[in-house]
């Protein structure tokens, strides 16, 4: 009996929190779904139309600046991800084990997380930048730097050298919260292990394999799957680096996300009488099954690998 | 491996300057192969004592000597220690197996048993060159690690001049000797060190050193030449069939043995062998000396207190140290346990016969199981021996106190002509007092040195009767007593004892320790 209301009661707060839940995230989540695939959906007058079908997806993955925008995403995913979070505890270890100065150098690498992540990227973009008519403009401090003129991020730079510099920002702007998180982890990891170790006779780097990074395994773990989810949602690092004139974003420089902004931007049908609409909602499905069964592979793996 | 300290001293220096000598001027011998207990009061030193032979931690002055090695500048790796911690320090992510093996995979066995079996080789082979080669390599060793202590030694004599130079700075006098010319002169002493080293190294080589190792080892190639030949003929025919490619030494060396030259049998053995079946072997005798050979799986959380103890030892002796270090091994279990595992300690140290420190602050622990006890407070020795003897003729106060459950209990008395005299009594007398006379003194008796005696001269107010077990002692008031109670404990005849009646005793002379009040020194 007393069970059952202290039951009521939780139920009672959960209420507000499950309210607007659903009012915000449910309601969109499935009204998405059903956009996709009804493929005549009118954005305007919110009709779903007369076909229940797949042709939204069928005429995304027949789409040529789809499959270079999941390109594009899964390059981000794959390099900024695995690298960042390397260099971040590399350098959390190496910050962890020096003593003075240790705040100093803690401060300095948090300050790109309490900057405005678009200006950041502006500022890349200055940076990187490169006149497209000689003599023009000066060159950015990076042309300057190493004497070169290439266009880095401008309308004529390869493919190559954009991502290039997409993925050193979103590596660099991803390090402070991961080296945060990590001194924060390392500290937690009692001194008597290394002590151990040191009788033990363990080399550094032995130390490092053996006893700190299993150690610190569940905050890999969890710094991998939350910075792949955000990896895959990755928009505005992108349009704020390589971003061309009217901050606008060329095709071939799409993300997944950058694909559904395009597509829910255009009202009504094409020639073959497919919504845009629908074909944003249908990317942005596919993205959610993606991130979903990546998240669900990596809690396995975790699972098997990480010690609690 | 005998253990010497010499003049050990360790301060800690706070960033306020505060320092405090937590360990001054510790001289003492660990025997080979004995268990000694440090036992003190906690802040005494004890356990940064142990870190000090262990190379946690290094002395601000001082030696450590294993044997007639000097390891004061070793690291913990180098010195071949074994240390368990308070709470074990277990690696909380590897299985009990694990963690035992870890020590051993540092180890590099492979090395070390090449080098040992090529050392042996070559005594066979060329045992005149091989004489002057490794008699060369052991006087150069010993010559290096000589004046890497001189330099640190001067090291820290130079470190201490330039703290005493900026200290007499801050005072605004004016100093003596400039920061730049004590880095000369330790500059210039560096040098000299070096020179001299040169010239020390230059005695000790051989003439002809070259010549001698390369005949030594030109005398192991012409043994080994046509083996090898050999030898590569059955690597490619046993790499063609793939049937050996997985443990391929296993075959290798099966194929190898019948061929291989005498003298240099072991040398390939030792290249060959499976060392991960070795360290596997050596990890399961070890758990199974300690007797958790049936918990190798588990991790180490699934472990209980006492189980987690013996894996501690196990994987501090896997390695077979020179010296065992425990520090304070028995704190974080339960009484039981605790006897338990104290005994199986003895038996473990007995078995290998290693020369083991043991750290404790508990009295009954040390006394127990040590060999030999070294009782510390404030960071100095106060007195070491036998527990036995330690415990019956104890040095000074601190050490009667200290040693002896129920305590010993004080009394304020007075010294006239060499007799003892509480409230005008006469309760002790010794002819080593002679004829001394001193107004205060304390008179310490331990709880089993009471007589009841009709004729006894102290008096007693006994308070009640205190019943643990088997032990029976009688709880009683003295006004001259140092503490509001003093504990006696009986004999089965003494029960009698009446609560409300005063009781005279008699007190054993050999029970009976009388102390100076003020400096606490033992007179008799």
Redesign the interface.
Known sequence: MLDHKRDLKAWLYLLIPLFLLTIFTFYPLIKTFLISLFSEYNALTDDFGRYFDLYAYTAIFNDRFFINALTNTLVIVFVSVPASTILALLIAVSLNSIKPLQKIFQTIFFIPYVTNALAIGMVFNVMFSHPLVGGVAAEGLINTLFQTAIDWVGPTATVERWRTVVLIYTIWSALPFKILVFIGGLQNISKQYYDAAKIDAAPKWKVMTRITIPLLSPIISYILITSFIGSFKAYESVLSVVGTVGRSLDRNRWTAVAYVYDKIGISGLDINNISYYSRGAAAAVVLFFIIMIFTFLNLYISKKTVHY | MEVRLENLTKVFESKNSARTIAVNQFNFTIPDGKLVGLLGPSGCGKSTTLYMI???LYPTHGRIFFGDEDVTEL???QRG???V?Q?Y??????TVKKNIL??LE??NLKKKSIEDATKLAHFAISPKEAKVYYQYIKESTSLKNKYKRLESEAKAVYQSKLLEISKTKKRNEKATNSTSSERQSFKDQLNDFKLSFEKEMQNITPDKLQTIVSKMNDAYAAIEKPYQNHKQKIMMQLLLNPIHWFDFNHHFWKALKPIVPEAIKQVEEARYKDYQKQMHDEAIAMAKLVGIEDQLNKKPAQLSGGQQQRVAIA??LV?KPKVLLLDEPLSNLDARLRLQTREEIKRIQKEIGITTVFVTHDQEEAMSISDEIVLMNFGAEQQKGNPQDVYNQPANLFVAKFLGTPQLNLYQGALKNGKVMIQDQVVFESSSLKSKSLDEVLIGVRPEGYEMDEKGTLTLQPQFIEMIGRDVSLVASHPQAQTPSIRIILNSDDFSVKPNQLIKVRLKPHKTFIFEKTTGRRLA
Do not use: W
């Not at chain 2, 320090?89 to 590897?94: E, I, N, Q, R, W």
């Open positions: 262990s190379g946690l690291s913990p790796e220690i074994g240390l911690f709470n320090a277990l690696y909380p992510h590897m870890f020590p540092n180890m994987r501090a390695k």
